[in-house]
């Protein structure tokens, strides 16, 4: 089974960028839906974005038009690039990647914590 390795995470001020990275162990080309969730301690983890293996992308609206995710199918990278960060922001994020008629796989989690 493919794993999922984040990284990137770290502390930023508010109004800053930051970009979180998701390498796979594997190719992640089979993968039909690739995202990035979030998850604040005693909350649910919730969805920030998705992207399909067609490249359509589905964003929270809480982070439209300051996060961008995209995937690289040569490299078996996926990115998170964030920018415009607001406190709000803080949690850890969680690479999630589900192939067609399978169970997903999620990553370890990176902290992302933005200060006001």
């Known amino acids: 089974q493919v794993q999922l390795v984040e990284s990137g995470g770290g502390l930023v001020q508010s109004g800053g960028s930051l970009s979180v990275s998701c390498a796979a162990s594997g190719s992640i080309r089979s993968f039909h839906v690739m995202g990035w969730y979030r998850q604040v301690p005693g909350n649910p983890r919730e969805l920030v974005a998705l992207?399909?293996?067609?490249?359509?992308?589905i964003y929270a609206d809480s982070v439209k038009g300051r996060f961008t995710i995209s995937r690289d199918n040569a490299k078996n990278i996926l990115l998170l690039q964030m920018n415009n960060l607001k406190p709000e922001d803080t949690a850890v994020y969680y690479c999630y990647a589900q192939a067609k008629s399978q169970s997903g796989t999620w990553g370890q989690g990176t902290q992302v914590t933005v200060s006001s």
């Open positions: 992207i399909t293996s067609a490249e359509g992308t």
